[in-house]
Nanobody, 118 residues
């Protein structure tokens, strides 16, 4: 089992920034992919950003150029830097990792709320 603890969500004004953190209970090197998803009220969960073990990064078109995913291997933590936030970014953000070990598990955090409002 893998535990993921997200933090960094909150209320921010349009145009502002937030940094989300996702601390994993084991080494990031045991995952084939790490990413952030979000789910807004009444909408399906969608991929926001993903970082693979090969260091490739994928972003949703709606956040390209504004969000950046990164990792700190020493802290077993994945980050999502979010800049130029707008109201459409309001959602619950979930951390996700995909295990590269035999369990091939797909693990989720509990989510952190991001609200963009003036």
């Amino acid at each position: 089992q893998v535990q993921l603890v997200e933090s960094g969500g909150g209320l921010v004004q349009p145009g502002g920034s937030l940094r989300l953190s996702c601390a994993a209970s084991r080494s990031l090197f045991t995952f084939s992919a790490m990413g952030w998803y979000r789910q807004a009220p009444g909408k399906e969960r969608e991929l926001v950003a993903q970082l693979t073990s090969g260091s490739s990064r994928n972003y949703a078109d709606s956040v390209q150029g504004r969000f950046t995913i990164s990792r700190d291997n020493a802290k077993n933590t994945v980050y999502l830097q979010m800049n130029s936030l707008n109201r459409e970014d309001t959602a619950v953000y979930y951390c996700n990792v995909k295990s590269a070990l035999l369990d091939r598990g797909d693990y989720w955090g509990r989510g952190t709320q991001v609200t963009v409002s003036s």
